[in-house]
């Protein structure tokens, strides 16, 4: 599905949008986004008129903005708006987005809100277009698995399949080719290189569920070989529209707990000049997890509970590891739920 399909699917399922933000700049930069992909958009300049339409039940999404800000007191106030909102309208959708470099800003959100939706500014005063218009209706429409739609048109797009862990050297080798390829930068392609093997033995060890739910490799070191069945396969999908580069790892299990993941990186960043911030022993997915968050400027985790999980990381093309570490953080967490 492209990603103006999945728009135009949002469209009929609601389409009222409250973008609040105290600043005149970003909030019409927003607004003027969302208008232009056919959502009704209401902006709100102050966190106390917010309180009160929301209130009165009318809006289907919310979105907090300047999280980020130098400003504590005006982070404190849109984060205690986000809990308050998310305790008396469960129908709600929070999207908190930051002008914040780096991922400072993420940091402190997850200290004080366990957000699922986290989206960082391109330069200047706007969120990037696409990553906004495609948060919204995969909240709206539960529609969420796929690359494709987070690259422009025409990008090429490589996949494969593996059921056989001796088989992963050479998908990460096809990773880090394409990243080369793609122009990236030598620490930039051996960082994904990591970071896909990573994702590519989560995959493999720990999604892996028997039909009660207990996990079949978990507790194996890992370099004991394991194979998946006929209908098991793990699939890798690369792609890149001339500046975006996007890789995508999705298994047939979906057997990810979403309500840890949150929890699980912040442990990791709260952890993380310490030997012990991940597990890395037999069954340890946090580092895969935390270390991909880190490599990409972009994660996106889809998950349809027993039927699939896919990782999707998306980083800006360029040969520059300081143009790419200064560039905002983004992460979205999404259960194929429907819309509520």
Known sequence: MTSSQLIADSQRAATRVAFISPRAAVRQSGATILRDAGYEVLEVADLDAARSWIEDGHANLLLVL??????EDAFSDALSLAREVAGCQPRSRLILVSQAEGTR???????RYPTKNFLGFKEGDSVEERDLTLTVAKILTGEIFGLEPYLGDGAEIEARRLRRSDDKPNLVELVEEFAQQAGCGPQIVQNLGLASDELITNALYNAPVDADGARRFA??????PVVLGDDEDVEIKLGFDGKRLGIAVSDPFGSLRTEDVVAQIARCYERRDEDDQVNLGPGGAG???YYFFNVVQHLVINVDPGKRTEFIGLLEATRSFRRFSKRRKSFNLFDRQGPE
């Open 66 to 71: 300047d999280v980020g800000s130098d400003d």
């Open 105 to 111: 800003a993420f940091e402190l959100v997850l200290q």
């Open 219 to 224: 507790k194996l070191d890992r370099s004991v």
């Open 287 to 289: 580092l895969g997890l």
